[in-house]
């Protein structure tokens, strides 16, 4: 298990071990991440997952593919450490990574 901390945008936090494998989304999702709604099940068409990964972290993931990018442009909060946490794949060097959860996902 990797420990991931999800800050919210009232400045709380939640901590959670996400499975080694799987997407962040799945497994904040599984561990009742508020904010992450997740509506397309992960299938990187509505960005509802979005996140907002903090450094060190964002720069050490692989550049997004240009169907995320696309989907990030689409009117989400974007920043420039946006990703959709769908396609971010948990791996054991995530361990103690930060992301902030936008205040909407709309």
């Not at 991931?4 to 080694?20: H, K, L, M, N, Y």
């Not at 799987?22 to 497994?27: G, R, Y």
């Not at 509505?46 to 990964?53: A, E, I, K, L, Q």
């Not at 550049?63 to 909060?77: F, K, N, T, V």
Request: glycine content about 8%.
């Amino acid at each position: 298990m990797v420990h991931i901390r999800f800050e919210q945008p009232d400045g709380s936090s939640q901590d959670i071990d996400a499975t080694v494998g799987e997407s962040l989304m799945a497994s904040a999702k599984a561990q009742g991440v508020e904010g992450i709604l997740a509506e397309c099940g992960g299938s990187m068409v509505c960005g509802t997952c979005h996140v907002y990964v903090k450094e060190p972290w964002f720069s050490q993931l692989a550049a997004p593919s240009a169907m995320e990018a696309d989907m990030l442009d689409c009117g989400l909060q974007q920043q420039p450490n946006s990703r959709l946490s769908c396609q971010i794949i948990v791996a054991p060097d995530m361990d103690g990574m930060e992301i902030a959860v936008p205040q909407s996902q709309r």
